[in-house]
């Protein structure tokens, strides 16, 4: 089955400096990455998400890349503020395995003003 | 409904007991997924329905745990003889399950249960 790895498992930035969090999979056949961002006690929402035919989506701050050659996915957020402090989570999915989720193993980050 | 609807929100029960969670997903949705989530960790897959059926049931731990979808709507997580190693946060998630694939997942918050 599928196997996703997410790092690093904590992150610090300054106020304003970007953010960046990387998965990999090991399913060739997964079409869909979504990412997931969970404040405490809260359930996990989702936040961008790209499908295997295109390499980039971008929405105003935050913006994912895919590389399917290397089956790596990575999130960016940049001019972070403390409200994007939570933990994010990576996941893969493909209709190849009945539309399974899996999911990484979350990036708690902190912003610090 | 506009969302994925969890009760209860919080179950504190006594080692050995029986307990239910229920999973109400937004309209339409045909696929629903039940996760587990420990402290500090990521959703752990248990089960997951396309309408009525279990599609893929690989990640329920044991046969303590069961769970149903009797109308393809409302599913009802069951779990035997509960054991402390059963607390967590009990996640249900649906989307539309479209046989292409790329189909949003939606969360709803969630059922902690405590086992002491």
């Known amino acids: 089955g599928e196997n996703v790895e997410q790092h690093p498992s904590t992150l610090s930035v300054q106020e304003g400096d970007s953010a960046v969090i990387k998965c990999t999979y090991s399913d060739s056949a997964s079409n869909y990455f979504p990412w997931y961002k969970q404040e405490l006690g809260k359930r996990p929402q989702l936040i961008i998400d790209?499908?295997?035919?295109?390499g980039e989506k971008k929405d105003q701050r935050i913006a994912v890349t895919l590389n399917k050659t290397a089956k790596h996915f990575s999130l960016h957020i940049t001019e972070t503020q403390p409200e994007d402090s939570a933990v994010y989570f990576c996941?893969?999915?493909?209709?190849?395995?009945?539309?399974?989720?899996?999911f990484g193993t979350g990036t708690s980050l902190t912003v610090i003003p | 409904g506009a969302g994925v609807s969890q009760t209860p929100s919080n179950k504190v029960t006594e080692k050995g007991k029986y307990v239910e969670l229920r999973c109400d997903p937004i309209s339409g949705h045909t696929a629903l997924y039940w996760y587990r989530q420990s402290l500090g960790q990521g959703p752990e897959f248990l089960i997951y329905f396309q309408g009525t059926g279990a599609a893929d049931d690989s990640g329920l731990p044991n046969d303590r745990f069961f769970a149903v979808r009797p109308e393809g709507s409302v599913s009802t997580l069951k779990i035997q003889r509960t054991e402390r190693g059963d607390s967590a946060v009990y996640l249900c998630?649906?989307?539309?399950?479209?046989?292409?694939?790329?189909?949003?997942?939606?969360f709803g918050a969630g059922s902690r249960l405590t086992v002491l």
């Open positions: 790209i499908r295997s035919n295109v």
């Open positions: 996941a893969a999915s493909s209709r190849n395995t009945g539309n399974q989720f899996y």
């Open positions: 998630a649906s989307s539309l399950g479209q046989p292409s694939g790329a189909n949003v997942l939606t």
